[in-house]
T-cell receptor, first 114, second 110 residues
Framework: KAGVTQTPRYLIKTRGQQVTLSCSPI?????VSWYQQTPGQGLQFLFE???????NKGNFPGRFSGRQFSNSRSEMNVSTLELGDSALYLC?????????????FGQGTRLTVV | LAKTTQPISMDSYEGQEVNITCSHN???????ITWYQQFPSQGPRFIIQ???TKVTNEVASLFIPADRKSSTLSLPRVSLSDTAVYYC???????????FGKGTRLHILP
């Protein structure tokens, strides 16, 4: 079956703009999580959605938001982009069971803010 | 908040067995321990998961002592393609987040 698909793969934006990233999970998976990866901070948890509800949130400012649709596809939005938002944004899908769930990651979206 | 501690980096040679140990002193009773592998510019890939004692699959083994305060990922007969970053994770039962640590950068030499 198809894996996790993230679009676009690469993106260049200007400071102050906003951006929307998309994630299509594996069919049947109801949980989608988002992560930011930078060389300095590593993989940091942004938020998790399960059945269209945000179930958990990391320590990121309100400029970072997300949503999940009824078909489990998810989007994340970053408003008022800053240079420090340049990162690889990863999406992971899973069945959604608490703890111990195997998560499948997409290839990521490489965002560059100039 | 459960945290993990791993060595920052390790070197080994092709054909050797590699053991990477992770400390997780505050692991909760219901938490599982999961290991992921990540290559540059790719998303992490699930390797193995366990709760206690020993788990083995086609690519690795996971050893967890009785107190569950640490775990060891064992990669048998590594090859150059095993060069990657390996992350140890524990599920946090208090807030349900999945927290990645800094990972261990494993470098396999010919």
């Amino acid at each position: 079956k198809a894996g996790v698909t993230q679009t676009p793969r690469y993106l260049i934006k200007t400071r102050g703009q906003q951006v929307t990233l998309s994630c299509s999970p594996i069919s049947g998976h109801r949980s989608v999580s988002w992560y930011q990866q930078t060389p300095g901070q590593g993989l940091q948890f942004l938020f998790e959605y399960f059945s269209e509800t945000q179930r958990n949130k990391g320590n990121f400012p309100g400029r970072f938001s997300g949503r999940q649709f009824s078909n489990s596809r998810s989007e994340m939005n970053v408003s008022t982009l800053e240079l420090g938002d340049s990162a690889l944004y990863l999406c992971a899908s899973s069945l959604g069971q608490r703890r111990g769930t195997e998560a499948f990651f997409g290839q990521g979206t490489r965002l560059t803010v100039v | 908040l459960a945290k993990t501690t791993q060595p920052i980096s390790m070197d080994s040679y092709e054909g050797q067995e590699v053991n990477i140990t992770c400390s997780h002193n505050n692991i909760a009773t219901n938490d599982y321990i999961t290991w992921y592998q990540q290559f540059p510019s790719q998303g992490p890939r699930f390797i193995i998961q366990g709760y206690k004692t020993k788990v083995t699959n086609e690519v690795a083994s996971l050893f967890i002592p009785a107190d569950r305060k640490s775990s060891t990922l064992s990669l048998p007969r590594v090859s150059l393609s095993d060069t990657a970053v390996y992350y140890c994770l524990v599920g946090d039962s208090r807030d349900d987040k999945i927290i990645f640590g800094k990972g261990t950068r494993l470098h396999i030499l010919p």
